[in-house]
């Protein structure tokens, strides 16, 4: 049997297409990443409310979102055994705890520890979120969906957001926890495959078509999340010290909190692009491109901060941040049906996010100021790129399909 090319990847419909498991896998995901989002505001005012120095809020922070990352590692090992909603009922309610706790218990040691378990709450939660999202026969249009969602949830964080307490914060962030558990009926129980194989319809000579079965090795997996840990490493730094390294610096502080909302909104233009793009020119050859766009708007930064400069980085950051989300989880779903992969991606992140913060306050603290924060940022995402570049060879020579797949 002769055939003319490596083939397409087949895409099968299953229950996790029907809009209400979409619906509330999305909802989940933009729950499991509020803090994340709402990082410049909630940094802000563990400073101002409660005295934290710049480096606690570091590694307050990280604490958050490695329990991100912790949650997620436990969700791999769960979310393709047990039943999925009531393992959503006890990472909610480990995640609404440990937040209303925080309003009584406000020291820096306590904080840290409760911000660790929220997390932890919060990573379970994403991760089984992700997985559901990921169950789409289309991974890039179900994960664009979300992202397009995300864009606006993220404007309505940082608009109102700034007018809470640290209180209110706590109280806001338990409560998209509670309103998620009144639609869990919603949620599908199961995975609809538990394989690393993929389906490739193959065309002959003869131009009639047969469905093959590929076995996808296990590193493509694990190069994707070691790609996105070094991605968010990038983002969790920026996102934590780009409000406060405008501080003393020739842009406008208000200038620069206006922008935080409106760079928001560019996401959408991301979410647009990541899905016409892909289905044209695949996944892998536009992720390489954009995280070298991302490296180069960051290094902007190193050689002054203006209010226009500062605006373009926040707006074309926000657009590289929503790109590369949607063909990183797409890249993982495409491959793994279970979700367990899938699934880790908020450990991915929360690892990176954690990471960022952490030596990025280890910089500051060295004395190499925001321009050194700035260059940890485009070093992480070069690296992701050379990771992302090794396994596309790699797919190319050895499943082509899976290689330009969309």
Same mark, same amino acid.
């Given at each position: 049997?002769?055939? #003319? ?22 909802? $989940?995901?933009? #729950? ?20 934290? %120095? @710049? ?27 047990? !039943? ?22 406000? %020291? ?11 997390? $932890? ?5 994403? &991760? ?24 606006? %949830? ?8 700034? =007018?809470? +307490?640290?209180? &209110? ?24 495959? %538990?394989?690393?194989?993929? @389906? ?7 131009? @009639? ?38 501080? !003393?610096?020739?842009? +406008? ?5 206006? $922008? ?52 373009? +980085? ?23 049906? +279970? ?45 992701? $790129? ?5 396994? =596309? ?14």
């Amino acid at each position: 049997m002769n055939t #003319t090319s490596g083939g397409a990847l087949v895409h099968r419909k299953t229950e996790f297409d029907d809009w209400r498991s979409l619906t509330i896998g999305i909802y $989940m995901a933009l #729950t499991g990443y509020a803090l994340m989002v709402g990082l410049p505001v909630i940094s802000s005012s563990w400073v101002n409310n409660l005295g934290f %120095s @710049e480096v606690q809020v570091g590694f307050v922070t990280s604490a958050d979102l490695f329990g991100l990352a912790i949650g997620a590692v436990i969700a791999f090992f769960v979310v393709a055994k047990y !039943d999925r909603r009531h393992l959503t009922i006890a990472a909610a309610s480990v995640a609404i705890g440990a937040n209303l706790l925080c309003i009584y218990f406000q %020291s820096y040691e306590v904080t840290f520890w409760l911000r660790l378990a929220a997390g $932890m709450g919060a990573g379970v939660y994403t &991760g089984i979120a992700v997985a559901t999202i990921g169950g789409h026969s289309r991974p890039a249009f179900a994960f664009g969906m979300e992202l397009f969602a995300f864009a606006f %949830s993220q404007a309505a964080e940082l608009k109102f957001l700034p =007018y809470l +307490s640290i209180e &209110g914060l706590y109280i806001t962030f338990a409560m998209t926890f509670v309103v998620g558990l009144l639609f869990i009926s919603w949620l599908p129980r199961r995975p609809a495959d %538990s394989s690393l194989d993929i @389906e490739v319809d193959v065309e002959e000579q003869e131009g @009639e078509h047969h469905v093959e079965h590929r076995h996808v090795p296990a590193y493509v997996p694990w190069l994707v999340l070691t790609a996105v840990a070094f991605t968010y490493i990038s983002i969790g730094a920026y996102w934590t010290y780009i409000e406060l390294a405008t501080v !003393d610096s020739a842009a +406008s502080p208000e200038w620069v909190a206006d $922008m935080l909302v409106y760079t928001s909104f560019f996401s959408l233009i991301g979410c647009l692009f990541a899905v016409l793009l892909s289905n044209r020119y695949g996944l892998s050859k536009p992720l390489l491109v954009t995280l070298v766009f991302q490296a180069s708007i960051v290094l902007m930064l190193v050689f002054g901060i203006t209010d226009y400069r500062v605006a373009f +980085s926040m707006f074309a950051f926000n657009f590289c941040w929503i790109f590369v989300d949607i063909y990183q989880a797409a890249t993982i779903a495409n491959v793994d049906r +279970s979700g367990r992969y899938v699934s880790l991606l908020p450990a991915a992140q929360g690892l990176g996010n954690g990471l960022g913060p952490a030596i990025a306050a280890s910089v500051l603290a060295w004395g190499f100021g925001y321009n050194g924060v700035f260059i940890l940022c485009a070093m992480a995402s070069i690296t992701a $790129m050379l990771v992302y570049l090794y396994m =596309y060879l790699m797919l190319k020579r050895n499943i082509p399909a899976l290689a330009d797949a969309s």
